[in-house]
């Protein structure tokens, strides 16, 4: 029976993959994967062998059809990104929203994603709380940020390691250097790394230490703050 499936891989640990994710990998037909030099690392530590097909942001839109069109045959296919869940700033709600519209099932495993542990083990308020995932780079971040100024809850940013100093200056001027912030690097591997403080404080840390893997960063409500440069 025709079937897609998403898989989460695992963030760092390669312990953090569940014995489901295992067993179907080594059941589709074909995986897709972000990164097939990335994915195969994986594959291969767990002996599966499987087709593999690059499935990323730059040929989605031209294979998807063709995907459908093997689903449709009967084929099942997997997609994997190269840590985490699929389609959390990663592809998959292109593929995921086509499957739907021809009606093709569709399952989602539970598994590893790099902002769940973030919030977690931030000491912020967990309760309520918005993904932004990464901000654009150029053409809207400002006014995405002057707009976020008004969030009640939580907020969650992915950043890169070069763009880190970037961001958390531009945050102390819409949210105030006196924000509560928190700064997971790292996570799940050997040199993890959860950096807590205010927005001051996690600057001056990190315009002296080393600046390396992907990063979340968790912000407190800036309406639980009075803003203060």
């Known amino acids: 029976m025709p ?6 891989t695992p963030i760092g640990n390669l312990k953090d993959i569940t014995l489901r994710a295992l067993e179907l990998l080594n059941s589709v037909d074909i995986i897709l994967a972000e990164d097939t030099r990335t994915s195969s690392k994986l594959l291969k530590h767990y002996e ?17 059809t063709r995907i459908i069109d093997a689903l449709k045959n009967g084929e099942t296919y997997a997609l994997i990104s190269d840590a985490g ?6 592809p998959g709600f292109l593929l995921v929203r086509e499957c739907i519209k021809n009606n093709i099932e569709i399952e989602c495993l539970p598994g590893a994603t790099a902002f769940v542990p973030a919030l977690v083990n931030s000491g912020l308020p967990s309760d309520k709380f918005v993904f932004e995932g990464f901000l654009p780079h150029k053409k809207g971040r400002q006014t995405r ?11 969650i940013f992915y950043e890169s390691p070069h763009r880190l100093l970037k961001t958390l200056h531009q945050f ?10 928190s700064i997971s690097r790292e996570l799940t591997k050997l040199h993890e790394e959860n950096i807590r403080g205010t927005i001051a404080e996690v600057i001056k840390y990190f315009e002296t230490n080393t600046l390396k893997g992907e990063i979340v960063i968790i912000v407190d409500s800036p309406k639980n703050n009075v803003v203060n440069n």
């Open 3 to 8: 079937k897609l499936y998403l898989i989460p």
């Open 145 to 155: 940020l002057s707009f976020l100024q008004n969030e009640t809850r939580t907020i």
């Open 48 to 64: 599966i062998n499987k087709k593999l097909i690059a499935y990323h942001q730059h040929n989605e839109h031209k294979i998807t």
């Open 172 to 181: 102390g001027e819409y949210f105030g250097v006196n924000q509560k912030i």
């Open 85 to 90: 869940t699929p389609a959390i700033s990663d």
